[in-house]
Every structure is written in C-alpha cells, then in structure tokens.
C-alpha cells in the first residue's frame, strides 16, 4: 500500500506538532472510533485510507498498517477507481450517504458491508465511514426470498390444493392455490369468496357434519386436523380427498382462519380397497384351501398359517406367528429318522419352487407322526424380490394307504396273472406289451423279450388277422362285454394252433389297451369233431334203422291183414262151423295177428315220429267232445269187465287248438292201459281241469294193480313191460307209453304218472289251450 501520505490532523499517532487541546481530542476520537461496534474508516477525498479502527481489521482480517494510506479501491469489491471518487463526491454535495457494497477480506473472500458515510470538511477533509458486516443479514434475506419462490413452486407443484379459510358452514375461501382447479374442476376465483360455490358445497352430503364437527374439536384443543373424506368435482366426479389443517389464532385466542392443505388420495384409497380386496381373498383361499400351508417372511418367522397347518402342527396361527419356522414345523426322514432341512433358507437364496424330501414325517407338537408330502414356493414382491416363502404340505396318511393297497393289489394281479392256466397278454397300439408264462409256452418263445414290441398281429393266422382287428377295434368304448371268438394263432416257429380268444379293453400304464386271453383248444376242437362224427353216424344208423322199420312194417301189414281178415271170416263160420278145437286154434291166430298189427302199428308211428316225419295237425275242437268220443268207444270194454268210468269235467273253456285225433289217442291209450291194468268190478275216473299258465290237466286214474316204483320211471322207455309175467297176462307191446309221451311232447305239454302198486295208478298230462303247431 505504498501511496503518498497526505496527513491529516487527526493522526495523532504520527503528528508530533499537535497541541493539548488538539490532543485530547484526537485521544476522545480515538475512543469512541474504537469503542463503536461498528467498524470504521477515515477518508480523504481521494479515496486514500487514512484511518481505520480494530473492529474493521478484525473484520477483515488485515492489520492497521496494512490498510493505512492505501487506497480505498484496493479493497473495495463493487467499486473501481472512479466509481468510489464518484461516490466521494456524491456524499460531499449530500453530506451523508448510506450504501451497500462488498470488500475484499484479506483471505480473498467477500464481505457484505453497509456503509454510512459523512462527509466532513474541517481537518483533512474527506468521509468518516462507519460499516455494518450484514452478511448474515444478506444471507437471511437470501433465505428468505428462496424459501419464498420455492413455497411457490412447492404449491403449485403439489397434487393438492393449499388453502386459508373463515371459519364458517361455507369454508369461505380467502386463498387458494393453483391446485384447486386439478382438485375440485372449479377455478380459484370460483372458489374465492364463495363466488361460484363454497366449498362446503363441494364436500360429499354426508361428510359436511363430519368434518364441521372434527373441526371444532381440534379448535378447541388446538390440535392439527386430519380428515379423509369424499367431494364432488365440477364434473360429477366423486374423489376421496385428504386434508390436513390447522387453525390460526389472534392474541386473544380466537379463530380467524383456518389454513391447510387438501390432496386427492383416490387412487390410494382404490389401491388400499384393492389391497384389501385381495388380502382378504388371499386370507380365504389360505384358509380353505385342502392342504395345509404356511407363510413366512424373508427371515423365515412365521407370518400365517392355515387351520389345517394348525391341526397338523399342533401350533395355532396366535402363538405361532414370528417363530422361526423350523420351531413350528418340525420334520425328519422316515428312514433314518434324522432331521431333515425345510428348504425355506435355499428357496429364498434361489427363488425358485423347491419340493421337500421324499418319506417324511411331521412330528406334530404332541408327538404325533404324519406322513407329509410337501413344498415351498417364494413369495415375490412387484420389484421381484423374494420377501417370504409359501409352504404348502398335505397329511399323505390316507394317499399312502392307497398307494399301498394298490400296490399289494398289483403284485395279487401279477401273481395271478402269472400263474394262471390261461394265457393271457396284453396288446397296447397292436404290440405286444405284456405276456403271461402260459402265453410264452404257446406261442413257443423261451422267454418275453422274443415278443415285447412285436406286432400282435402277426401272431394270427391271414384269415383270422381281420377278425381279430375288427374284435379289437370293436372294444373301444364298451368296457363291460368280453368278446370270445375262435381263432387260429401262429406260433413262433410258424406252426398254428385253433385257440378261443376272448378281449377286454383295459388301461395299461395309462395307455387305452386290450387284454386278451386265450386257450388252446385243439384238444376240444378234436373232441367235438370226434363227438360231431359219432353223432352222424349214429343218426344215419337210426334213420337206417326207421326206415328199415317203416318198410318192414309195410311188408308185414298187407300179410298181416290177410291173416286177420280169413280167421275173422272162419271164427264167424260163414265158412262152415268149427269144432271146439279148431276155433280155439283160429282164435289165437287172430288175437295174435291183431297183436301183431298193433305192434307194427305202434313201430310205424315211432319210427314215424324218430324221422321227423309225423306232425301236428291242429284245429280247433272242443276238448270235452273228445273225452265223451273217447269214453263212448271204451264203454264197450269197460262195461264187460264191469268197471265203471266216471268223469270230473271243471273247464271254464272247452274249445282247444290241438290234434284231436293225437288227443284222443292219447287218452284212449290211458284208458285202455287202465282197463287192462284194473281187475273186474274196479273203477276209472276222467279228470279235466284248467291250469292258470294256459294249460289243459287231464288224467286218468283207476284202481288197478299200480305200477313198482323201480318201474315208475321206466314205463315211458320204448318196450318197456312193469313185469314179464304180466306181460303174459296182460297183453301189450311196451310202445303205447313211449308214443304217447311223444304226442304230448309234439303239444309242448307234459305227462308223469302217481302209482301205489296194489292201489291204482294215475296218468296225468298237459296240453295247451292254444297250441303253436308252426314251430313243431
Ligand atoms: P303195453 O302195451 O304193454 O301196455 P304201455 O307202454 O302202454 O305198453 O305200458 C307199459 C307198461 O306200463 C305196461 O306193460 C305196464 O306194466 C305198465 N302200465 C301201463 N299202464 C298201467 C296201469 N294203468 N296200471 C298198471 N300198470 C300200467
């Protein structure tokens, strides 16, 4: 600071020519410059510093000697040269000046300075400066116009309207913010002075009373008020609003407006429905979801569990809640019985669904062993990360008890399969996919590999191939018919066997399959075969036999009738009489040539019948007429041997279709049998009655010599005579039982006897009301 020294009079430091009075001064100036907190200058006019005081070193920061005689402008921020002489000036025409401006710290940095500046013009003339440091008061002011502009910029960002209000019914608005219109669709000055609507009008109906009242309240403890409630935009829209306020007071406590802040939380309080929503959606399906499952959160602590976890546990969702999971849920291998990990700490590293061991067992709170089957899912918040894990864990007591009840059922099935006489396999998409022992043995492989995979198929012969694909094709769909048909199998070697087959269609390792079981039945095949031949033989040998019969009964009739005609004419005597003896002989000529004829009569009808040659010929006749015809041509018989015949007739419905003539000598045979059978003086009843099923019951009993009972089921055969030596007495040919029996048959009724030898017999038989002689 070497400038030039102009002295002035009031440095007292350096002037030694200053008298007393000059002195005193100087020392009283010197106080009170050092005692002013403010600090100080002296200088000329031209800007040179010829003064300063402690207070503006300290300042500073420069010493006394550092600042002295230098010019103003070296320190000075805001002003140069000119600029400060200038300023001078002005204060000399004014006397007095007030300023602001910046010096320079001696560490280079600025300091604010008000100046107040006095000019004087006694001594050296120049400005006495006293300086205020307002840079606090500069960065005060600096603060406050930035917290102004950025309450502006705040209010008109916010997503909300800031508002100051009377306290009244209207919530009369005395300011609004810009948010208004974003908030309610009404402008500010809408709003304003209740100009367009107040804003009570705006506020929902049903929360007008609400908010007035919670108003109140917090006025008078003098608290914030907090709200959430509904308005009505200009448009009709409804929105959820939040509103946060409070009053303002004067010095006597009294309300004189209310200021605050109203912001639209609609799509909150929609997320926090929504939230809500699923929550408790999630809380249903937890609960009644069949398996048992728990929650955590990112540490493993239990957060919920459902009531099937609780019974499984043993732990009830209360007191287990924050627990560390492994406390609640504990599991071990049912092997080795150790303790086996809940993958919750692996599931929440990898983030992926992780399933728990096979064959393990939870032991419950109370001891209890449960069979579980289980696995772990994370729990993935919207960034992705994994804030828990879902275990989810099923009781396998009963599954298992299934499994295994299968499982025992299987191997009984296998064995039985495997053991069983008949050969059995199944086909899946036409191949071979299983084959029982037998069905190896038959189709000749030693062992399954020579048939697994092979075409079924092949394994038939060319004409049996389509049957047995139709057969199969067949199954689909109907599960419940077994299908058996004959056909011919192929053997490995190529050599064939007849076989019965018979398909079902079953699943097989979850595949639509057939399984087929066979049997080898060439041994049966030649027994029919066999059975078949001996059959024709021996009806080609009957029916040699009948019409051997037929023709030689033919033969024997026309001598026959000659033998019958001439004895009959010779035991009349037209011929001339007899003697004794000579008609004795005769007689027996003619009882034995009607014998005779009656025999080949018999034998013609049988063989007649064998041959199939002898029909029904069916009218419509009234069924008592026979009996009376019958009975009239037996009187003659019975009425020698003094035996009566009594009828016992009961038939609501006489008329009959039928073979009369095979009727009525059916009955004549009977009859007959019970004349020749009944010692003189005995009797014979005729019996008819009706049967419920259609049928027609006669009978014919007497009270003859009976029938053995060895030979009860005998009479019907062909030649059959109870007793040789009755047979002499009682002449007959043992046929009329088995004719009978077959003109019965031929009517699709029946015949049986009930005898008591030396009591009498009784023939019944049936025959039907309305008789179907087309099927005979
Ligand atoms: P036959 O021509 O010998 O009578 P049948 O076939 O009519 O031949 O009878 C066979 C046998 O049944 C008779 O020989 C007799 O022994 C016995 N029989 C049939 N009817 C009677 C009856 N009413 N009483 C006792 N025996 C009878």
């Not at 049928?695 to 060895?710: A, E, H, M, N, R």
Request: proline share 2%; aromatic share 8%; with cysteine.
């Amino acid at each position: 600071m070497g400038m030039e020294n102009e002295t002035g009079r009031i440095r007292m430091d350096s002037s030694s020519d200053t008298d007393e009075d000059d002195v005193g001064l100087a020392q009283r100036y010197k106080t009170i410059v050092e005692l002013t907190v403010d600090g100080f200058w002296y200088i000329d006019e031209y800007g040179n510093i010829l003064d300063v005081n402690t207070r503006y070193c300290s300042m500073t920061g420069y010493s006394y000697n550092e600042v002295i005689s230098s010019p103003i402008w070296d320190i000075e921020a805001d002003m140069n040269r000119s600029q400060v002489i200038y300023q001078i000036d002005r204060t000399k025409k004014l006397g007095k000046a007030l300023f602001e401006t910046h010096h320079f710290k001696k560490d280079g940095s600025l300091i604010d300075l008000e100046v107040s500046a006095t000019y004087i013009d006694y001594g050296t003339p120049g400005l006495l400066c006293f300086l205020r440091d307002i840079t606090d008061r500069k960065e005060l002011e600096q603060k406050l116009q930035e917290s102004e502009r950025s309450k502006t910029v705040l209010l008109s960002n916010l997503h909300g309207m800031a508002y100051r209000c009377d306290y009244d019914r209207d919530w009369t608005m005395r300011f609004v913010s810009e948010g208004c219109y974003e908030l309610t669709g009404y402008q500010t000055e809408d709003l304003l002075g209740n100009r367009l609507i107040s804003f009570n009008d705006i506020i929902e109906p049903g929360y007008r009373d609400k908010i007035w009242n919670k108003w109140a309240e917090v006025l008078s403890r003098k608290e914030t008020f907090q709200a959430e409630y509904r308005i009505l935009t200009a448009s009709g829209e409804v929105k959820w609003v939040w509103e946060q306020g409070k009053g303002i007071f004067d010095d006597k406590g009294n309300v004189i407006a209310l200021e605050g802040f109203i912001t639209d939380v609609t799509r909150q309080k929609t997320i926090e429905e929504e939230l809500r929503e699923s929550e408790r959606l999630f809380r249903t399906t937890l609960y009644s979801i069949g398996d048992a499952v728990i929650t955590t959160d990112i540490h493993g602590n239990l957060k919920q569990m459902n009531l099937i976890a609780e019974e499984l546990t043993g732990w009830g969702e209360k007191e287990a809640s924050g627990k560390q999971l492994e406390d609640i849920l504990v599991i071990i291998n049912e092997n080795t019985r150790e303790p086996v990990d809940i993958p919750i700490r692996e599931v929440l590293r990898v983030g992926e669904v992780v399933g728990l061991a096979n064959h393990i067992l939870l032991i419950s709170r109370n001891g209890m062993e449960i069979p579980v089957a289980d696995s772990a899912s994370p729990i993935i918040n919207e960034d992705d990360e994994v804030i828990g894990v879902v275990l989810v864990f099923r009781d396998q007591t009963e599954e298992r008890a299934a499994r295994e009840a299968i499982a025992e059922s299987e191997a009984r099935f296998r064995l039985l399969v495997e053991s069983a006489p008949e050969a059995i396999f199944v086909q899946t998409d036409w191949r071979f996919a299983y084959l029982n022992p037998k069905t190896l043995k038959l189709l000749g492989a030693a062992s399954p590999a020579q048939l697994l995979g092979k075409n079924v198929i092949d394994h038939f012969d060319t004409r049996s191939q389509d049957t047995v694909k139709e057969l199969i094709h067949g199954l689909k769909g109907d599960k419940q018919d077994v299908h058996l048909v004959e056909e011919t199998f192929i053997r490995l070697d190529g050599s064939s066997f007849v076989a019965e087959v018979a398909v079902v269609p079953i699943n097989y390792g979850g595949a639509d399959s057939v399984l087929v079981f066979f049997r080898d039945i060439t041994e049966r095949k030649e027994a029919e075969e066999a059975i078949i031949k001996a059959k024709m033989a021996s009806d080609i040998a009957n029916r040699s036999k009948s019409e051997f019969l037929a023709n030689t009964s033919h033969e024997l009739r026309t001598p026959l009738s000659s033998i019958i005609g001439f004895s009959d004419l010779l035991i009349e005597g037209t011929m001339g009489e007899l003697n004794e003896k000579q008609k004795r002989y005769v007689t027996t000529i003619n009882k034995s040539g009607n014998l005779l004829l009656n025999l080949i009569n018999n034998i013609l009808d049988l063989s007649q019948i064998e041959f199939g040659e002898m029909d029904l010929e069916c009218v419509k006749f009234d069924i008592v007429d026979a009996i009376n015809d019958v009975h009239s041509m037996i009187s003659i018989l019975s009425s020698r041997k003094n035996i009566s015949i009594d009828m016992d007739i009961d038939l609501p419905q006489r008329m009959v279709v039928a073979d009369n003539e095979k009727i009525k000598e059916i009955l004549y045979n009977l009859l007959d049998n019970a004349l020749k059978f009944t010692p003189d003086g005995g009797r014979i009843t005729i019996r008819a009655i009706q049967k419920d099923t259609g049928f027609i019951q006669l009978s014919v009993s007497d009270t003859g010599i009976g029938i053995p009972k060895d030979d009860i089921n005998k009479i019907f055969e062909p030649f059959y005579q109870s007793d040789g030596s009755t047979t002499r007495r009682y002449s007959g040919t043992g046929l009329g039982l088995t004719i009978i029996k077959k003109f019965v048959k031929m009517h699709g009724g029946n015949i049986w006897v009930k005898s008591e030898p030396g009591k009498g017999s009784a023939f019944f038989f049936t025959i039907p009301v309305l008789t179907d002689c087309t099927e005979r």
